[in-house]
């Protein structure tokens, strides 16, 4: 990873990172998106248990998204999901 030693550098490396990100999130089906959190909502009021999985850095993902998802859920709302 280069080291960002200015100011300079800063915002050319932040502007690049905010176009890449705007293009990602512009990606998205969001229809599709809408689909996945009306079944993820389904399965968690119908008391189901979820499963997410990865392998390699795709574990350590799914283990990340686990961990936000129930934190977020269960604090933000009283469901109370089974995610695996």
């Keep these: 990873m280069k080291k ?6 800063f915002n050319l490396i932040y ?11 512009a990606s ?7 689909e996945a959190s009306l079944l993820i909502d389904e399965k968690i009021k119908n008391n189901s248990k979820i499963f997410v999985a990865g392998n390699g850095g795709s ?11 129930l934190k977020n859920v269960k604090y933000f709302t009283k469901l109370k ?4």
């Design 4 to 9: 960002i030693d200015n100011i300079k550098n």
């Design 15 to 25: 502007s690049k990172y905010s176009v890449m990100l705007k293009k990602g999130l």
């Design 28 to 34: 998205i089906n969001k229809k599709s998106l809408f």
């Design 59 to 69: 574990a350590a993902v799914s283990n990340h998204f686990i961990c936000d998802f």
């Design 81 to 84: 999901p089974k995610v695996i």
